[in-house]
């Protein structure tokens, strides 16, 4: 979305992650402004999460919201793709060197690696250097509440250190086949963000 208000609505969504108005009030918006595709899709999502945190996960109502949620983000949807670069650029890039098909360009494993909820990216999975150097432009678009980096053991501790803005007050950071101490050492630095490390898989 390149309209020149959009910024302020996504501004309200990262300061009020838990609460589903500012994202209801941006598909209204988009939805006046020619994106009806995102604004359904936020719609649906957000419908999606208030029946699963409720007795009705299991119902026809959201099983019917899953089908619609599968064609927004399932494997052969272009929306996923254009919609992640939209809002992770530096994370879902397209090659320098472009080939004829425009879509063939694209480089689908940084779509991959983004899960959205609510409408909007809540979580990314990505190498350590990347997020360390591009995780704060990503968390000024997107209300991230968690994080997977891999190849930890290759970010040298002064890395980690330059990048500590990127990972405060999320939710949750994984280190995939991070050390524990490097786990340790960031517990220290991120109170309240619960900090995990894991073997890949």
């Not at 992650?17 to 999502?45: H, K, M, Y």
């Not at 254009?82 to 694209?106: K, N, Q, T």
């Not at 940084?110 to 190498?127: H, I, N, Q, Y």
Request: charge should be neutral.
């Amino acid at each position: 979305m390149n309209h020149p208000d959009w910024p302020a609505f996504v501004r309200a969504i990262v300061a009020e992650p838990e609460d589903d108005t500012p994202r209801l009030v941006a598909a209204d918006f988009l939805e006046e402004n020619g994106d009806p595709d995102r604004a359904a899709f936020i719609r649906v999502q957000v419908a999606l999460a208030r029946l699963e945190a409720s007795d009705l996960r299991r119902s026809p109502e959201a099983d019917a919201l899953r089908k619609k949620e599968r064609a927004f983000l399932g494997p052969r949807s272009e929306t996923r793709l254009f919609w992640g670069m939209d809002a992770c650029p530096e994370l879902v890039r397209v090659p320098a060197a472009r080939p004829a098909s425009p879509l063939a360009g694209i480089h689908p494993a940084g779509a991959e690696c983004l899960t959205w909820r609510r409408g909007f990216v809540d979580s990314v999975r990505c190498p350590a250097a990347e997020w360390l150097r591009h995780g704060a432009a990503v968390r000024k678009r997107n209300p991230v509440r968690w994080v997977a980096l891999d190849e930890c053991v290759l970010t040298g501790r002064d890395v980690w250190y330059a990048g500590l803005a990127t990972m405060r007050g999320l939710v949750t950071v994984v280190l995939v086949d991070g050390r524990s101490e490097t786990q340790e050492w960031l517990k220290g630095w991120l109170p309240g963000t619960e900090v995990l490390a894991r073997f890949a898989r």
